[in-house]
């Protein structure tokens, strides 16, 4: 595998400087958005981020936002059960309200009879008499009343749960890509952030990142329906060969990441070939015929988190890696890192498949 010696200049100072450029606000949301764009990673981000203009307004980037970072944008669903949460509890307390004021309308009916009882002897066509068709009566009611708050505070629990439930599954949702059903981007983030909790000791481990190759001109020849057949198979391999702790996600497109906790070059190293070698023995067939559409390949770069001071760097240093694997043509891997890092034996190496893609 070949090493990258001299990295280009960082993506995160020309992401801020052309943010400021633009004038486009130090948003979060924004510089992720921005960064995305920049790093080519999603062509259709790319042409809608251009399609923009020079001027960008906010709501013109929270809508492209929308679309290719939806995990900036909840606030629709926040509000939205919010909302029912206010609506649901305000008319609960209405009802206990009620509820309130028929117990005392009940309380007062009971006060009348008992002093009916305390003074009256004779019942019939007499106060007491009345007061005891009058608390009857108001007990019958109450009855009936109790039965409905019954109803009503189960229907009211179940409302509140079914939300609670929708809002802890959209919160799942945000760590799972909903293609491949492994882990999301934002899982892969989360799970490096705690790798440089220390950032004097990170967890030593290593992160591989690959990317179909031709994955564009597979979408576009191919159409959308076997590109996603693409990557539902890449999918199952990463998540095959992926150990227990270790994590196996989609980023976007046909970028995916292997998160494994090991700094072992030759584990790693074993790991990688083997999602390669995988992919290029597994027989995809268009839709057209069943004609056979040849070996699957991907590129990867690769970086060990001793190798980089922060998050942002570990991830960086292995897209820069994967961007050499793909300009020497591709079905490649390389690793990052220094001179002094890495063996003599960790070259760059390919092998063109007969027919492929890659070919």
């Avoid at 052309?18 to 979060?28: E, K, N, V, W």
């Avoid at 031709?214 to 998540?239: C, H, N, S, T, W």
């Avoid at 970028?255 to 990688?272: I, N």
Wanted: charged share 25%; with cysteine; proline share 3%.
């Amino acid at each position: 595998m070949q090493q990258v010696k001299n990295p280009a200049t960082s993506i995160a100072l020309r992401v801020a400087t052309a943010m400021h450029q633009m004038g486009i606000d130090g948003l979060p949301r924004n510089y992720e958005l921005v960064y995305e764009a920049y790093s080519g990673n999603n062509p259709e981000l790319v042409r809608d981020f251009i399609a923009l203009g020079k001027v960008k307004t906010q709501e013109a980037l929270d809508e492209l936002g929308r679309r290719y970072l939806p995990h900036h944008h909840e606030d629709g669903l926040l509000a939205r059960q919010n909302g029912q949460v206010r609506a649901e509890m305000s008319n609960f307390i209405t009802l206990l309200n009620e509820e309130k004021i028929s117990l005392t309308d009940y309380g007062r009916v009971i006060g009348h009879a008992s002093k009916s009882i305390m003074t009256e002897v004779e019942l019939e066509g007499t106060p007491l008499g009345q007061s005891i068709k009058m608390l009857k009566a108001a007990t019958e009611k109450r009855a009936h009343q109790n039965s409905n708050v019954v109803r009503a505070v189960v229907d009211k629990t179940a409302s509140l749960a079914d939300m609670q439930r929708e809002a802890e599954e959209a919160e799942a949702a945000k760590f799972v890509d909903p293609v491949t059903r492994l882990a999301s981007r934002r899982a892969f983030n989360k799970a490096v952030a705690k790798i440089y909790s220390n950032a004097d000791m990170p967890v030593l481990c290593g992160v591989a990142i690959g990317e179909i190759d031709d994955y564009v001109r597979i979408q576009e020849q191919m159409g959308p329906a076997v590109a996603e057949r693409f990557l539902l198979q890449v999918g199952k391999v990463l998540e095959a060969v992926s150990g227990g702790g270790d994590l196996a996600c989609r980023f976007d497109g046909g970028r995916f990441g292997l998160l494994l906790y090991t700094s072992d070059r030759d584990e790693v190293s074993r790991v990688v070939d083997l999602v390669r070698a995988k992919l290029k023995a597994s027989s995809l067939v268009g839709s057209n015929g069943g004609r056979s559409l040849g070996q699957l390949t991907m590129s990867f770069g690769i970086c060990f988190s001793e190798q980089a001071p922060n998050a942002f760097d570990f991830t960086n240093f292995a897209d820069k890696a994967l961007a050499t694997s793909r300009t020497n043509g591709g079905d490649a891997v390389t690793i990052y890192g220094a001179n002094d890092y890495v063996s003599k034996d960790w070259l760059l190496y390919k092998k063109k498949p007969v027919g492929g893609f890659g070919a």
